[in-house]
């Protein structure tokens, strides 16, 4: 972690507020309860528990696709009540990783990626070196090309995964981003994507592969168990208080 | 304004992939919009057609003022300057007893002989008034007033007909532009909202990357505004077609209809249908972008 990333995390710049989220969808279901806690600039959290829990409800709320029921939630600062436009332009700050991936289909891999880019006023020149740069990263040069309906899961998962890194994000939200990778690629991937939080940039991760993360030492694990979460285990095996009050 | 300049490349590629994700609708669109545009270049080019009739006829329309017996020619020529100076006249000209013999031999043709069974001439003197049609009843009354006229031969009716009718076609013109408007309007907004529904997991995935609605709709409204210019590109075909066809059939057949020249004709419908489908395709297109909320695409 570079000294500017150290400096910043100790100063304790919060990123995400949950205080008191409740959401309950339309048809009655109570996805999270009572949610309560502070996630910092730079910080790696990983969120586990099993299917249905609320994994994918939490990071919708963050994503402003979902708006909390009950309680506050602040997201850069911003309450996640605010109209589409702002939400719009809150979501150009973060790198999402879909569990379907949400690619276009009847597009290449390239242009898979740099649609994440275009809206940012950024030249095509360079915005298409960004993309390629992302796609190497993942290990995916040699299907730039390539339709993405013709990827295998693993391949589309990568390309979701490099469509969210490729915008230099503040915040990167990556729902099971490992499910259909195998063990090399998972590790990689896992590794790429929690490298960004050396560059200050919070990571949030979904996962049901505890095995890949239990040697984990600078990130936070919270459990989800019916929508209320719990602290595992914080930042370096100790227990925050920062994080779930 | 940097993004749409930097996305000119990939918004003209996604509006050819809407089109082409919905082929046989869009060509019935465009065809029906080619028709639609095609109907209202026949109606303005009648327009126009009676326009120049119209306007001619206008051009032509006159009185015949007859003065009292024992009028000398001094006194008539005096009488046309008078007349000259009321609003409305156009021109005064002083007709003799036998141009207006010689007249009438042309008008009749080659029933002139019945002339030959007059020993004097029957025809009188009189002043040829050329009229501003607008102000007719004005320069009627002006002339019946002036002294030394005996009475006025006016064409009221046939004149009044011609303003009506010149009124008719007019308001049959503004009716016909404003539905074919309003009616290519709606084609192009149900064919955007089509376009947008069939890329609704498209559209969805941009919203959720942070895309602005500028953005996403920019494609769209490109192939809106694509697909009715094209439909005016046919409908000035067709046009040009029927005119090339009509003038060769009738232009020298009806010489008593003063016809606009075919070139002036032909260059304003062209130029109309093709500024009129490309206004009716942008307002198409923003009209079916804003009729879109964000639940319709997810």
Redesign the interface.
């Known amino acids: 972690m570079n000294s500017l990333a150290k400096e910043r995390r100790a100063m304790g710049v919060s990123m995400i507020e949950a205080n008191g989220v409740f959401l309950r969808y339309k048809d009655g279901t109570e996805a999270l309860k009572n949610v309560t806690l502070t996630i910092k600039q730079g910080e790696l959290v990983y969120i586990t528990g099993p299917s249905g829990s609320g994994k994918t409800s939490f990071l919708k709320l963050l994503?402003g696709?979902e708006q909390p029921t009950g309680g506050t939630l602040k997201v850069f600062d911003q309450p996640m009540t605010g109209k589409?436009?702002e939400i719009?332009?809150?979501?150009?700050?973060?790198g999402?990783v879909?569990q379907e991936f949400?690619?276009?289909?009847?597009r290449t891999v390239l242009e898979n990626v740099m649609?994440?880019i275009?809206?940012?006023?950024?030249?095509?020149k360079k915005?298409k070196e960004a993309a390629t740069n992302a796609l190497h990263k993942v290990g995916l040069s040699h299907k730039i090309s390539s339709k993405v309906e013709n990827l295998s899961w693993g391949e589309a998962q990568r390309v979701a995964i490099a469509?969210a890194v490729v915008r230099k994000p503040a915040l990167i939200l990556a729902d099971e981003p490992t499910g259909n990778l195998d063990y090399e690629n998972a590790v990689h991937i896992l590794k790429l994507l929690t490298s960004f939080t050396d560059s200050n940039v919070t990571v949030i991760i979904t996962t049901h592969a505890t095995h890949l993360i239990e040697n984990e030492k600078n990130a936070t694990f919270l459990r989800v168990n019916a929508g209320e979460f719990t602290i595992e285990r914080s930042r370096n095996g100790g227990y925050d208080e920062d994080i779930i009050l | 304004m940097?993004?749409l300049f930097?996305?000119i490349?990939?918004f003209r590629k996604e509006a050819a992939?809407t089109i082409w994700l919905n082929p046989l609708s869009n060509l019935f669109s465009l065809l029906g919009t080619g028709l639609i545009l095609f109907l209202l270049g026949m109606v303005m080019m009648g327009w126009s057609i009676g326009d120049h009739i119209i306007d001619s006829l206008q051009k032509e329309a006159e009185i015949s003022a007859y003065f009292e017996k024992g009028i000398s020619k001094e006194q008539a020529e005096a009488l046309v300057e008078d007349i000259k100076q009321i609003e409305g006249v156009r021109e005064a000209t002083l007709i003799g007893e036998t141009e207006a013999r010689d007249r009438m031999k042309e008008i009749l043709g080659e029933e002139a002989h019945i002339l030959e069974l007059f020993d004097e001439n029957p025809f009188e003197a009189f002043i040829e008034v050329r009229i501003d049609l607008e102000l007719m009843n004005s320069v009627l009354k002006d002339v019946k007033e002036q002294k030394g006229i005996e009475y006025v031969r006016d064409n009221r009716e046939v004149l009044e007909q011609i303003r009506d009718i010149t009124e008719g076609i007019k308001l049959f013109g503004y009716l016909v532009i404003l539905a074919v408007g309003i009616t290519t309007v709606i084609i192009i907004a149900h064919m955007i909202r089509q376009g947008i529904y069939n890329n609704k997991?498209?559209i969805?995935?941009?919203?959720?990357?942070?895309?602005?609605n500028s953005?996403i709709g920019f494609p769209y409204l490109l192939s809106g505004l694509f697909l009715t210019l094209l439909g005016g590109i046919l409908a000035a075909v067709l046009v040009t077609l029927l005119l090339e066809g009509g003038y060769q059939q009738f232009g020298g057949s009806i010489p008593f209809i003063p016809l606009p020249t075919k070139e002036a004709l032909l260059g304003n419908a062209v130029s109309f249908l093709i500024i009129i489908s490309a206004l009716l395709g942008l307002l198409g297109s923003l009209f079916g972008l804003s009729s879109i909320k964000?639940h319709d695409t997810k």
């Open positions: 994503m696709m589409e436009r719009r332009k809150l979501r150009r700050k973060i999402p879909f949400k690619l276009i289909e009847g649609i994440g275009r809206f940012l006023g950024i030249s095509p915005m469509r | 940097k993004t930097y996305n490349g990939y992939k997991d498209h969805n995935t941009l919203r959720l990357l942070g895309a602005p953005f964000p």
